[in-house]
């Protein structure tokens, strides 16, 4: 016998813990909830249910034990004693309900701490609230206009801690709530100081995701960093390893710094102390997504930890000296001074960082740890049954012998799979675009999504729009775009490109075949990587630090058709996919055009060609190329080998130290 609050307690509590997002059975449940708007999350849907939908779920005796098992799965806190791995970042994308996060930094956040949980490790994790999320994109003239609604924590599933942390920000004290978000095992703490508390100024601190100037950057900064610390101890945490993804929360080590120089140490001492507690990874290889501060700036805020340590402000300066930039506090070379090993975020990128920042006197080593995915979270779900049922749940574990079993996967069992994940795509089309389009599961389906960062030149294949139309109209074998991405709302070359691609899309040439959907985020990312036979990536070689789209698109069976940069450097094998070399060309406009050509050539003579090779697509070559792409890159794409290989690699070994 159940009752109506038996029900509805089952029901907020699988919505409250984001083990939903990787939990296919929970999501089916959800599913049979009226759907109100779209991306509501399932805890405000569970409150909106009426009376009149109660009684039909207590009269569906499956409902109830679908409610009732949801709840067993979610995973269950480990009894060990404390968390001893804190883990920093800006951004974290766990859920599109959850709009914390910009783009790949924060989704690999996000992978990894559902790895994490799924691994038992015992992290715990620590970034910002903001209220204003990050925008949501609308297309007005070909253009990204950027809407910002403010969004309530507690409507977000997420608990506030009793605990209010303060800390000094030039001439105020600056106060923060602490909210709790729960994916599965792990433990996600995000500062708030949108409080009565704090003046006007104070409370804006955690207003917007890379909002601001430079000055409200320090500020989010020494929030994160210091506050972060603070609130870890008053929760009771007593971490031995923190780990910075991304330089952001460097400020933490003015904290730490801190209590060791209350323990009598000399700055000196402290930093060598505090070194064999951070752990830095550094994401991008362009010197210019570096966060650097100037001395003016700088000054004012580091007056309090000065005297602290009883040291000149210069001497704390020098410690985020980067050689040729006198007036700079170089966030990059503070994480790399105080950081006992550091890393890239794929092979490539550790020897191009291991270059970039060997002047940097003092700095620590680099070493190489590709990023991976989180499988069940990005995985569709049709793909994931297919997969439990004729491979053994391992598969999602990294099990090699699991995944040599995509053999028996029939080849018609593959093809509808694909076909369907197609047809949501066009379906999410017809939502977001409307039905002006001509999109067909059968075609051949090349995508494109991610930031519309320059270096990423969405637009290299509009380089040869005469190229693009033939293959758009082609009659026996025709092909289809499908394009998605938001640009940062200062960077104005990223939004020129941004316009061409959009401008394209809307023109005669591209026949309602080749589409841009707004509003790039998680939820449009699935669909994307589940519905392209191709995943198209074309950045600058070496710019992109690995680059994780690529990744999810090869768990769901797509094939990648990509420059050799980041992952795909060192996975690419001559058969799971393909790649577009990189010019040498000194000038840009000639490299960007010969790459341009080369990738014309290969789509129109090899990718197309193979594709349609038996008539209809795909291809019985195409689709042992699919599993063998699942062969060689499922165990190793997974965010749960990357999370297996910091705790070896690095976080043992620090903690042991
Ligand atoms: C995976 C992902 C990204 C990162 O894509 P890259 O290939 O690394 O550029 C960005 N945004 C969303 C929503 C994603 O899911």
Redesign the pocket.
């Known amino acids: 016998m159940t009752t109506r609050s038996q029900l509805e307690s089952a029901l907020i509590a699988s919505a409250t813990n984001y083990s939903w997002t990787w939990d296919r059975k929970t999501q089916e449940l959800f599913a049979q909830l009226p759907e109100v708007t779209t991306h509501l999350h399932p805890k405000q849907r569970v409150l909106a249910l009426t009376d009149h939908d109660y009684d039909g779920y207590l009269a569906d005796d499956e409902f109830i034990a679908a409610a009732e098992a949801a709840v067993e799965r979610i995973p269950r806190p480990d009894p060990s004693p404390s968390a001893t791995i804190a883990y920093f970042s800006p951004e974290f994308?766990v859920s599109e309900t959850l709009p914390q996060?910009s783009?790949?930094l924060g989704?690999l956040a996000g992978d990894h701490l559902k790895a994490s949980s799924d691994l038992h490790l015992p992290l715990v994790a620590v970034g910002l609230f903001y209220r204003d999320g990050f925008f949501h994109q609308a297309i007005t003239d070909n253009r990204q206009h950027e809407i910002y609604e403010r969004t309530d924590p507690r409507s977000l599933g997420l608990e506030q801690m009793p605990v209010i942390v303060d800390l000094v920000m030039d001439d105020r004290i600056v106060k923060a709530r602490v909210w709790r978000a729960d994916v599965g095992r792990t433990k996600l703490y995000l500062l708030d100081t949108d409080l009565e508390l704090n003046d006007e100024a104070g409370k804006r601190v955690s207003d917007r995701l890379y909002g601001g100037d430079r000055e409200h950057r320090i500020r989010q900064e020494l929030l994160m960093g210091v506050g972060g610390v603070r609130a870890l101890h008053q929760l009771g945490y007593e971490p031995s390893v923190y780990h910075l993804n991304e330089g952001h929360a460097g400020f933490l080590a003015l904290e730490l710094l801190s209590q060791e120089v209350d323990k009598g140490l000399t700055l000196d001492e402290a930093t060598r102390a505090v070194r064999d507690r951070i752990v830095f990874t550094t994401h991008t290889p362009v010197p210019a997504g570096i966060d650097r501060f100037s001395h003016d700036l700088m000054q004012r805020y580091l007056g309090v930890w000065s005297d602290r340590y009883g040291v000149s402000i210069d001497e704390l300066l020098d410690l985020a000296h980067m050689p040729g930039e006198p007036d700079s506090f170089n966030m990059a070379a503070f994480c790399l001074r105080l950081a006992r090993t550091s890393n890239g975020v794929s092979q490539l990128h550790g020897a191009v960082s291991r270059e970039m920042f060997s002047q940097i006197p003092g700095g620590s080593e680099i070493i190489g740890i590709t990023n991976g995915?989180h499988a069940r979270t990005w995985m569709s779900n049709d793909l994931q049954e297919e997969f439990d049922n004729t491979l053994g749940l391992d598969w999602a574990d990294g099990d090699d012998a699991a995944w040599g079993r995509v053999e028996s996967i029939p080849d018609q069992r593959l093809i509808d799979i694909r076909r369907a994940g197609k047809q949501k795509l066009i379906d999410l089309v017809n939502e977001r675009v409307g039905p002006r389009h001509s999109l067909d599961p059968d075609i051949l389906t090349i995508g494109f999504?991610?930031?519309f960062a320059t270096y990423?030149r969405a637009d290299l294949l509009l380089r040869d729009v005469e190229a693009v139309s033939r293959l758009l109209s082609d009659a026996d074998r025709p092909v289809q775009f499908v394009f998605a991405g938001k640009s940062h709302p200062a960077d104005e070359p990223g939004k020129e490109i941004l316009h061409r691609v959009i401008t394209f899309a809307n023109s005669e040439a591209a026949r309602g075949r080749f589409v841009f959907i707004p509003d790039?985020?998680?939820a449009?990312?699935?669909v994307m990587y589940a519905g392209c036979d191709v995943w198209l990536?074309n950045p600058i070689r070496p710019n992109?630090a690995?680059?994780?789209?690529?990744e999810?698109a090869a768990l769901n069976g797509g094939l990648n058709f990509s420059v050799l940069d980041g992952w795909w450097d060192e996975s690419f094998d001559g058969e799971n996919g393909w790649k577009i070399e990189s010019s040498d060309a000194e000038n840009g406009d000639q490299r960007d055009l010969e790459e341009a050509a080369q990738l014309h050539r290969t789509l129109s003579e090899i990718i197309v060609p193979m594709y349609y090779a038996d008539g209809n697509g795909p291809s019985e070559a195409w689709l042992a190329k699919v599993r063998h792409n699942w062969r060689t890159l499922g165990p190793f794409v997974t965010a749960r080998r990357m999370v297996a290989e910091y705790d070896r690699r690095i976080y043992r070994p620090l903690e042991n130290s």
Do not use: D, F, Q
């Open positions: 994308g996060y783009g790949g989704v995915v999504a991610r930031r990423k790039y985020e998680m449009v990312a699935e990536n992109e690995c680059g994780t789209s690529g999810k």
